[in-house]
């Protein structure tokens, strides 16, 4: 079959089972992963034969995303501040809305040389976007869940930072004890109301990991706890970041300010979503 009827016939399957997708762009990553070439390959080779193993192989991946699994999860990865991340299920998929949490700190930090700390680092996006882009700086990255830690060692070291991030396992709802001070704590923690999980789209709520979404019964549990432990182990006017949802944004500030953060800043995604929350330790 020829790569045009297969991407074809891919995204036909993907439109009657699928709402709200663009079906032939869907269509078209799954055979660039299967081909290991780029997009732009299968328009100029559109009449190449595929042979039927390769098929084969395409359309369970199609019949797959079908039953609403993500992409990133069939192709175990996911392209984030363009980086390249391992992903799989029990792990978060980097979404482009942190990017803007990302970019916030690196327009913050325009030197070298920092120590930062990344609560709920789930994939590592943040903390090996942030040692990767801002020079000489380590980063430790904290989560609870033992497949994330795996994960994000393993992008640490599959994007050359493994040497400026060090993961470490911990349960941050019951406190986090360090020696260390740092320059920056980030964090996009868990943030959706516990009763809202149900009515999550299908993809997220079938497919990734509930222990990265639930936060709370109001959604709040993580921005209150990392707000009261951050000042301690934060430099004088270091910065705590957050990523937060899209009607959370004043309610951070506000418990931000509770604990004593000053100059709070809310930064709009592309989107024009309220999305990233920072304030100083004076």
């Not at 009827?5 to 990553?29: H, P, V």
């Not at 029990?90 to 803007?100: F, Q």
């Amino acid at each position: 079959m020829k790569i045009a009827e297969l991407l074809k016939q891919g995204a036909e399957i993907l439109s009657k089972n699928l709402e709200d997708i663009n079906a032939m762009f869907e269509s078209e990553l799954l055979l660039s992963f299967v081909l290991e070439k780029e997009r732009i390959y299968l328009a100029v080779n559109r009449h190449e034969n595929i042979d039927d193993e390769t098929a084969d192989l395409f359309f369970s991946y199609i019949l797959r995303r079908a039953a609403s699994e993500p992409i990133s999860y069939i192709t175990g990865e996911k392209e984030f501040m363009s980086l390249k991340f391992c992903v799989c299920p029990k792990v978060l998929i980097p979404r482009p809305d942190t990017e803007t949490l990302c970019c916030h700190i690196i327009d913050e930090f325009s030197g070298e040389g920092y120590n930062m700390l990344d609560l709920c680092t789930g994939s590592g996006a943040i903390c090996v976007s942030l040692a990767k882009y801002i020079k000489n700086t380590f980063v430790d990255a904290v989560d609870i869940s033992d497949i994330c830690i795996k994960t994000a060692k393993k992008n640490a070291e599959e994007n050359g930072v493994s040497n400026f991030v060090n993961v470490i396992k911990a349960d941050i709802l019951n406190g986090f004890k360090t020696s260390k001070r740092y320059d920056c704590i980030v964090s996009n923690p868990p943030y959706i109301k516990s009763e809202d999980i149900s009515y999550l789209m299908k993809d997220v709520r079938d497919f990734e990991p509930v222990l990265a979404l639930d936060g709370g019964d109001d959604g709040l549990k993580f921005y209150e706890k990392i707000s009261e432990i951050a000042p301690p182990i934060l430099n004088q006017n270091g910065m705590l970041a957050f990523e937060v949802g899209h009607n959370q944004s004043e309610t951070v500030k506000n418990i931000m300010m509770k604990n004593g953060f000053s100059d709070i800043k809310i930064i709009k995604d592309l989107a024009g979503v309220n999305r990233v929350v920072s304030g100083r330790r004076i």
